[in-house]
């Protein structure tokens, strides 16, 4: 299945212009605020416009920075997550390897390539490269949490939940875990238990606009459109009001769609937190 749910951004926008790339969204990004996040995410694919000035200012920049010194670890991170920002992603691939050959052992380099891997459809190199990035003995739950992200688009979902438990152990309540793990009931057509693990989500991260989406979607599959309208348009303007009521009606029924095997689901490709 592929990944495409709500992304973050500044919330107030139409759905359509604030969206950008990731179902199990929350759980694969890295540990900066800058790069695309790992939130088994939200139901869309365009990005806010100011997301993507800013990504394409970091692309320029970490771009001359790598190329000047390809061997800079940090320089090929930023440069990776800039690329994976501006939907580089095979580009984002290929330098975030070459830089994990150059430095080997580098543990940050590795988690943003498992994220790479990720982003671009290789799920099962994603879980084996980000497994080489985490330490038991010093866990990070954001790792964890994008292995649970690309279990779950293996159709692993119990083995997922389990990673999802254990960084849920080190960051109690964390939104971007939950989410996760309400996306992973999702995908394994579990409605209710979605709603459940998703309001939970929504109660700690209630300005989220991808932890509502999600929630507002799995809300309106079970037949109660009012309520996940409501849900969309609160606090809002008319005008975007209308726009997310209409892309939340479209994502309903490709989702609809894809839980009868007509399409696939409309599920986003980076999953925990750069």
């Known amino acids: ?3 495409s749910f709500f992304r973050q951004s500044c919330f107030g926008k139409p759905i359509s212009a604030m969206a ?4 199990l969204a929350l759980g694969l990004g890295g540990c900066q605020t800058t790069a695309p996040s790992d939130i088994t995410g939200s139901l869309g694919d365009s990005a ?3 997301q993507i000035a800013t990504s394409r200012n970091d692309l ?3 771009r001359e920075r790598f190329r000047a010194n390809p061997g800079d670890a940090d320089a090929a991170l930023q440069y990776g997550k800039a690329l994976r920002a501006t939907g580089q992603r095979a580009q984002a691939v290929a330098v975030l390897e070459q830089a994990s050959i150059a430095n080997p052992g580098n543990k940050a380099l590795l988690a943003g390539y498992g994220r790479a891997l990720a982003d671009n459809g290789s799920f099962q190199q994603a879980f084996d490269v980000l497994t080489q990035a985490h330490s038991p003995d010093d866990p990070d739950w954001r790792i964890l949490s994008a292995q649970g992200a690309a279990l779950d688009q293996l159709g692993r979902y119990e083995e997922a939940r389990q990673y999802y438990a254990s960084a849920l152990r080190i960051a109690p309540d964390e939104p971007t875990v939950l989410s996760n793990l309400g996306l992973s009931y999702v995908l394994a057509k579990d409605l209710p238990k979605a709603e459940e693990i998703l309001r939970r989500a929504y109660g700690h991260a209630d300005s989220d606009p991808r932890v509502r989406a999600n929630l507002a979607v799995v809300v309106g599959l079970q037949g109660r459109m009012a309520e996940a309208e409501t849900l969309m348009k609160a606090g809002l303007p008319a005008a975007q009001a209308d ?3 209409a892309e939340l009606k479209r994502l309903v029924s490709r989702t ?3 839980q009868r095997g007509v399409e696939k ?8 937190q750069d």
């Open 1 to 3: 299945m592929p990944k």
């Open 256 to 258: 609809a769609r894809a």
């Open 265 to 272: 689901l409309p599920v986003a490709s980076r999953a925990t």
């Open 20 to 23: 950008a790339a990731t179902i």
């Open 60 to 62: 320029d920049r970490y």
């Open 243 to 245: 726009a997310n009521v």
């Open 48 to 50: 806010d416009k100011s």
